[in-house]
């Protein structure tokens, strides 16, 4: 170690080798993520060629189609399916999450092992429980005639409930375990001191408990209901034909219609909505934040 | 509080129950012996051993296995390398690229799916295993990124110092201490992007070739057209496989959060 | 081998557009052990960075052995640092973490062996090679930081308030290791700390710290004997700062002075009565105000007629005197330092 030579190596120098470290990221952003959505906008304003493929046609035909009635409709009732399966979500979801921030210490480690398996089971084979529950002569039948309720098959599969009950079955799991980490860092005492001064149990939970889990809820809300407008399939294999969404739409179009362009002025009109919906979303979270809470 | 503790006991209970039902039930019928889900036939494997002998089912599950770990790794190798890279320069660009990764699992994924067909095709690419690696990766490296971000946040800054200080360049610090630091967090990230892969229908379904068929389009083009009892013994013994990785994964969880503290020691004062 | 194992020239540094050092010269002898003394956010972790190389300075130069090390990247100067949070490689053994540095160098598994056990003895570790760093106590950890960095021996070496996060006996009892092990092994030490006491302990010279400059450099005697400025005086050691003047013969004001004498060179005696307010006999006229026992010693506060209030400390907890008690208040000449005269540059 004595009388070793100093190296002369310059500090600036390594900047070099660390943009070789984000240089992929880069990369792989540009070319696979924001190239195909800037191609998605351009090809909605294309126009479809007769039979097979595109024109480099510029119109706005494509956008102007989409307040056709019918595809109208489309947007609305996807909306509408949204909104309601967010609800019902909010309604079992919250709940349980709350209820499982209450639970001791072991027993919320084992909760929350019970709801990683269904987490993370494939969607399409917990899809596949619901056929055999909903399909004519299926499990619910079973039971319902099983206990003198009915005496013909309910034929629940091919419904808009069945879809519905699909969606909030899919996606409660998030709003679960958002409610539930928010939930989880709740202060109890906070509610004792509540009781102590004179609230009720249910006052003390709408005054404080709510407020205090409201971005736990929120993002929850964000969480369930953007899929929710695009999960298609859960309406194609439990709604049939009767129940058609955006999704559905899109892929009809793409798949059968070979209507490229006008996929992508859905796809661009949808990404808007959604995009809306995030914007409210941090709206209200910056305000709740601002007031104090959360 | 105390009364209402039994009815909340009494809701996570039913609400649980109702959550497994599905699943319970595929498990079970992919024991029956009779075609027919609504009539129990007796307890029978048969299903299982036409799943065994089904050539095409194979091949899906080995497309899904490839594809999973391909984008996995890919996305944790892309994803690491940037999340480590942005903790030594920050770029003014920094913000919005991070923000466009994270993009594919922001948007609905009939979108992405749909965004990724059409571009494929102007790019004239083939469809095919190249095409979902591509997709595939494009949606979970926000999974990887995010992990080792979170991470890399409680790292402690001196171990890399002091390594420094003993001798080592940057490159070594890298190796030596902040990778072996990062393996856990690498390795949930990989778990999360290889379900979250195994698991895609929608965007798989458009940017796949004619020939390739991973195991979800599968089962789900078997759903639509008619379902045998097979898909029910397929699916419980991915239950099986799942119900194992959520156990490892929790039990690894557990080993690497006693072995390695998050920040340094002790909390000395700061800048002096 | 230059004259100087370090040489920090006009050295200046600042973050986001707060100055944090504001030109600091210093020179360290070989084997000399130079403590930074100062309280928080005066800048000597800085300072120690910056020698180290993990931060580089605005300007000024930093020799190391008389060559210019300033560009010169953390790893490749022959200096090693102890960290403060001991930066123990949470997924290496104790033997691992040792060997570290060696291992860069790619020195011989054997050599490495040989040198990982002598630098765990030399810190009394030994046979904790297999540990790992999260099995061990503070104390412990501390040692394996110092084994650490000593493996390489290096010619000078940084420690960042090591003893910080220790207990006092423990960290009394490092204090003497510490110094038996850098007398031993003829090493330059370059310490920080904002205790006082561990600083006038194991130095041979003291850089008092104030804001990004230095205020004083000197032996611990010097130090504590003759303070520069009221700051030194006030941090090191128990001081009365006194304005006055010098009056000449006839009564006139010579000059302003400012003194600084140490609490336990205050003297008292029972004040006479009659005599002027302001002096009598030899010294000044004050009340008691406070009596109380700190740290095994007699405090005791007095008023001044003009309602300065000054420190007197004693061995031992009887005295005569009690609260509200006039006395007189005196001291030896030898004992008073004049301070604040000109601290512009903290240089030797």
Same mark, same amino acid.
Not at chain 3, 38 to 42: A, F, L, T, V
Not at chain 3, 88 to 93: A, N
């Given at each position: 170690m004595r009388g070793k030579r100093m190296g002369k190596? %310059?500090?600036?120098?390594r900047s070099y080798s660390l943009w070789l470290m984000i240089l992929p990221l880069y990369l792989f952003t540009l070319l696979l993520v924001a190239g195909p959505l800037i191609y998605m906008v351009i090809l909605s304003f294309l126009t479809r060629a007769d039979g097979w493929g595109i024109v480099n046609k510029f119109t706005f035909d494509n956008y102007i189609n989409i307040f056709d009635p019918v595809y109208l409709n489309t947007f609305v009732e996807s909306f509408r399916l949204a909104i309601l399966c967010t609800v019902l979500i909010i309604l079992i979801g919250y709940p349980f999450g709350y209820f499982m921030a209450t639970l001791s210490p072991v027993w919320k480690k084992r909760m929350m092992m019970l709801l990683m398996i269904p987490f993370w089971t494939s969607s399409l084979i917990r899809l596949y429980g619901w056929i055999i529950i909903f399909r004519a002569n299926g499990t619910l039948d079973q039971i319902l005639m099983g206990l003198r $309720?009915?005496?013909? %098959? $309910?034929? $629940? $599969?091919?419904?808009y409930p069945a879809v519905v009950v699909g969606m909030v079955y899919a996606l409660v799991q998030f709003m679960i375990l958002s409610v539930y980490s928010s939930a989880e860092k709740l202060d109890w005492s906070l509610l004792e001191a509540a009781r102590d001064l004179g609230a009720s149990s249910l006052q003390a939970f709408f005054t404080i408990s709510l407020k205090l889990t409201l971005p736990g809820l929120l993002s929850g809300v964000i969480l369930t209901f953007i899929p929710s407008m695009g999960l298609f399939f859960i309406a194609d294999i439990l #709604? #049939?034909?009767k129940v058609v969404l955006v999704g559905s739409l899109i892929q009809d179009q793409l798949m059968?219609?070979?209507n490229w362009p006008f996929a992508a002025a859905l796809s661009v009109v949808l990404m808007l909505l959604t995009t809306i919906v995030i914007f409210l979303y941090k709206r209200i979270t910056h305000t709740t934040e601002i007031e104090g809470v959360g | 509080m105390r009364r209402y503790r039994k009815a909340a006991y009494l809701y996570l209970a039913v609400m649980t129950m109702i959550l497994y039902l599905p699943i319970v039930l595929v498990v079970v019928y992919s024991?029956?012996?009779?075609?027919?889900?609504?009539?129990?036939?007796?307890?029978?494997l048969k299903w299982y051993e036409i799943l065994f002998r089904d050539k095409a089912m194979f091949e899906a599950l080995k497309n899904s296995i490839v594809l999973a770990l391909s984008a996995s790794i890919l996305a944790a190798v892309i994803g690491t390398l940037a999340a480590v890279g942005f903790t030594k320069i920050i770029p003014r660009s920094k913000g919005i690229v991070e923000y466009v990764s994270m993009l594919p699992i922001m948007i609905p994924e009939i979108i992405l799916g749909m965004v990724f067909m059409a571009y494929f095709a102007m790019l004239g690419l083939r469809f095919g295993m190249l095409t979902l690696v591509l997709a595939h990766t494009a949606f979970c490296i926000p999974y990887n990124y995010m992990t080792v971000k979170a991470r890399l946040v409680g790292m402690d800054k001196s171990l890399g110092e002091a390594a420094r200080d003993l001798g080592a360049s940057e490159v070594r610090v890298f190796f030596d201490i902040t990778l072996p630091l990062l393996v856990p967090a690498i390795l949930s990230g990989m778990l999360l992007s290889f379900a979250m892969s195994f698991d895609d229908v929608i965007i798989s379904l458009f940017v796949t070739g004619v020939n390739i068929n991973t195991l979800p389009i599968k089962i789900y083009t078997q759903m639509k057209t008619g379902v045998t009892p097979e898909i029910n013994a397929l699916c419980t013994l991915i239950l099986g496989a799942t119900i194992m990785l959520v156990f490892i994964s929790t039990r690894l969880n557990r080993f690497h959060a006693k072995a390695?503290?998050?920040?340094?020691e002790r909390s000395g004062e700061n800048d002096d | 081998m230059a004259e100087n194992i370090l040489q920090l020239e006009n050295i200046t540094k600042s973050f986001d557009d707060t100055g944090v050092l504001r030109g600091i010269n210093l020179s360290v002898g070989h084997g000399e052990f130079v403590t930074l003394l100062?309280?928080?956010?005066?800048g000597k972790t800085t300072t120690l960075r910056i020698i180290a190389g993990l931060e580089v300075p605005d300007s000024g130069r930093v020799l190391l052995d008389g060559q210019d +090390? =300033?560009? @010169?990247?953390p790893n490749k100067r022959d200096v090693n640092t102890v960290f403060q949070n001991y930066a123990?490689?949470?997924? &290496? =053994?104790v033997a691992q973490n040792v060997a570290y540095s060696l291992r860069l160098k790619r020195v011989n598994k054997q050599v490495i062996e040989k040198e990982v056990n002598a630098a765990l003895s030399l810190v009394q /570790?030994? *046979?904790?090679?297999?540990? &790992?760093?999260?099995?061990?106590s503070g104390g412990q950890m501390q040692r394996v930081a110092i084994a650490r960095a000593l493996v390489n021996k290096p010619r000078l070496l940084l420690l960042d308030?090591? /003893?910080?996060? /220790?207990d006092l006996q423990l960290r009394r009892q490092m204090q003497t290791e510490l110094k038996q092990l850098q007398k031993r092994l003829d090493i330059a030490f370059i310490y920080i700390t904002h205790d006082q006491e561990e600083a006038l302990n194991m130095s041979d010279r003291i850089v008092v710290m104030r804001d990004g400059r230095f205020e004083q450099i000197g032996t611990p005697a010097e130090i504590y004997?003759?303070?520069?400025t009221s700051f030194v005086a006030q941090f090191v050691g128990n001081a009365n700062i006194i304005h006055g003047s010098v009056v000449g013969?006839? *009564?006139? =004001?010579i000059t302003e002075s400012t003194l600084a004498v140490r609490s336990e060179h205050i003297q008292l005696a029972y004040c006479s009565e009659g005599g002027s307010a302001e002096s009598v006999e030899n010294g000044l006229c004050a009340t008691i105000t406070q009596k109380s026992i700190v740290g095994g010693m007699l405090r005791i506060v007095l008023r001044l007629q003009d309602g300065t209030e000054l420190t007197a400390t004693r061995l031992g @907890?009887? +005295?005569e005197y009690d609260v509200g008690d006039r006395v007189s208040v005196s001291w030896d000449a030898a004992h008073a330092v004049p301070v604040d005269k000109e601290s512009q540059d903290g240089g030797e």
């Open positions: 190596v %310059p500090i600036k120098s $309720l009915r005496d013909t %098959p $309910l034929k $629940l $599969l091919y419904t #709604g #049939g034909n059968k219609a070979h | 024991f029956n012996e009779s075609k027919i889900s609504s009539v129990w036939g007796g307890f029978s390695q503290p998050e920040n340094g | 100062g309280s928080s956010g005066c +090390v =300033t560009d @010169i990247e123990l490689f949470p997924h &290496m =053994t /570790l030994e *046979g904790f090679g297999k540990r &790992m760093p999260s099995e061990l308030e090591p /003893l910080g996060a /220790l004997d003759y303070p520069r013969q006839k *009564g006139e =004001t @907890i009887n +005295v």
